[in-house]
């Protein structure tokens, strides 16, 4: 059973830093993996996909990559700012399970 | 372009009393999922559907059903709500058929409690 896992659960820290998010998966039969972004009271929005083929991607300010055969992967935020605070959670579509599943999140706070 | 509209947005039942919650999406998409989120545990899938027409459990479907009316709606209904129950729940929809393909859109949550 495919389970996610995220480290650390909350992270404070002040305006300007880089900062890496984890997440962990224990069954690396792996067909994608992405980020998402929840901000408080408010839906998911996707931020990144890697697909299983890809060491990483990138978007804007936002880098993650993607060790599968380590079942790991990392969300690299440069120059943090307030407006980056929400919830991070990253999900995984497993050939197992087809179906996504979620970690528990990092909530991020930024502040200025 | 409103992408995944859910409704309501927030309720308030009482054990054994009976809901819908409505899920609608404009991006023709094929498969559409109800997740709930309780605080510590993540997002679980409680039923999804694949394509028009047919519909799966997912990780917690004990206590509900779910009907996919047509390829635009996917409901949820509680037949006697349980304070268990109490959560966030979210719709979402991915142009994939069988397999996420990740293009995953979310709507902005259904907030229920039960007392």
């Known amino acids: 059973k495919q389970e996610v896992t995220q480290i650390p659960a909350a992270l404070s820290v002040p305006e300007g830093e880089n900062l890496v998010l984890n997440c962990s998966f224990t069954d690396s039969a792996i067909y994608n993996l992405q980020w998402f972004r929840q901000d408080p009271g408010k839906g998911l929005t996707s931020l990144l996909l890697i697909q299983s083929s890809q060491r990483e991607q990138t978007s804007g300010r936002l880098n993650a990559s993607l060790d599968k055969s380590s079942g790991r992967s990392t969300l690299y935020i440069a120059a943090s700012q307030p407006g980056d605070s929400a919830t991070y959670l990253c999900?995984?579509?497993?050939?197992?399970?087809?179906?996504?599943?979620f970690g528990t999140g990092t909530r991020l706070q930024v502040f200025p | 372009n409103a992408g995944v509209t859910q409704t309501p947005k927030f309720q308030v039942l009482k054990t054994g009393q009976s809901m819908t919650l409505q899920c609608a999406q404009d991006m023709n998409h094929n498969s559409m999922y109800w997740y709930r989120q309780d605080p510590g545990m993540g997002l679980r899938l409680i039923y999804y559907?694949?394509?028009?027409?047919?519909?799966d459990k997912g990780e917690v479907p004990n206590g509900y059903n779910v009907s996919r009316l047509n390829k635009r709606e996917f409901s949820l209904r509680l037949e006697s709500a349980a304070p268990s129950q109490t959560s966030v729940y979210f719709c979402a929809a991915d142009r994939g058929r069988f397999r996420n393909t990740g293009e995953l859109f979310f709507g902005e949550g259904s907030r229920l409690t039960v007392l």
């Open positions: 559907s694949a394509s028009e027409g047919t519909t």
């Open positions: 999900a995984v579509a497993s050939y197992n399970t087809d179906k996504l599943i």
